[in-house]
């Protein structure tokens, strides 16, 4: 898949590992820690910063926290950014500066408490 539009859905993900759908696969939650997606053929020229939407939910005492990382070409491939640090609606993270561009696999790993993800969002950074 070639990017078109700045937001992927997470229903476009694939080889997911220790992650559940939804009926409708409009929000994926993360089930244990290791949790990872793919996003086949992505298209990372002049994207600088990555935006993970998180999916409304039940409401913890405490604000959830963790580590998103994401990878180029495998779940253990070039780390091409990462979040830590708590959850909100919306965690953003810069692509490491001349890492990559051109089309790419990404794979997304998880580790700390469960999320519920919506989509990702690809931009330009500010």
């Known amino acids: 898949m070639i990017l078109r539009n700045p937001v992927v859905p997470i229903s476009l993900a694939d080889q997911v590992k220790e992650m559940g759908f939804n ?22 020229t002049g994207i600088k910063q990555i935006e993970i939407i998180r999916a409304g939910g039940r409401n913890a005492g405490t604000p959830p926290s963790g580590t998103i990382e994401m990878h180029a070409n495998a779940p253990d491939g070039f780390l091409l950014g990462k979040f830590s640090g708590e959850y909100t609606d919306k965690m953003s993270f810069n692509i490491t500066p001349g890492s990559v561009s051109g089309i790419k696999d990404l794979y997304l790993v998880f580790n700390g408490a469960p999320i519920r993800i919506k989509a990702i969002r690809f931009g330009e950074g500010d």
């Open 23 to 44: 009926n409708d696969s409009t929000m994926a939650f993360v089930r244990n820690a290791g949790a990872s997606f793919r996003l086949k053929e992505i298209d990372l």
